[in-house]
């Protein structure tokens, strides 16, 4: 079996994604923490020793440094045989989510749950502007939801894993109550959170924690 060591921090809902991935795959992995707030992946010894990108997460599997959430995802889903597209349509639309929350949904909530929360004086118009947009994006995920229990129909796939990540974090630092504003994406979180073996980002991401100013 394959050795893992996921560096990371808490607050990453993409590190989240991989470690709740490998933890529904029956993997363990070595916790790495990672100092972001203060400035450790900036550096120019973590870039050139750890992620070139200068990215969290990063997943070492046997030695060998992966990085970028979505693609390893999608390695571990072939990898495993398990939370990944059964046919070409499948496969397709697990894509199509996938890419649509990196670049969206998660970009977003990334960003505002960041500033709103993790900053001490946010800017108010940038935080109107995220919201603005995150309540376009929810919307179109609410309404998805209504119509299929999961992504891309009646089974959970890395692309439920990859979308419920930052909306899984504690109200108090996403500002969203989504059973009262969202129902049809609250009772997914809850689908999702009763697969066998789920687990929350801060019980598999321990360590020091981001200062809080909400």
Known sequence: MPT?????FPESGNSYKLALMLTLCGQTFEPVWTD????????????????EMGEIPVLEEDGVRLTQTAPILLKLAEQYGRFGGEDSREKFEVMRWLFWDNHKLTGYMAAYRYYRTFTPSPDPHVQAHFRRRLDDFLGILEQHLRRFPFAIG?????ADFSMIAYLSYPSDETGYDFAASHPAINAWLLRVASLSGWRSAYDLLPGKRLTHYA
């Open 4 to 8: 893992y060591r996921l560096h990371y």
């Open 36 to 51: 972001f707030s203060g400035g450790e992946t900036r550096t120019p010894e973590w870039r050139r020793t750890v992620n």
């Open 154 to 158: 009646d089974r959970p796939t890395v």
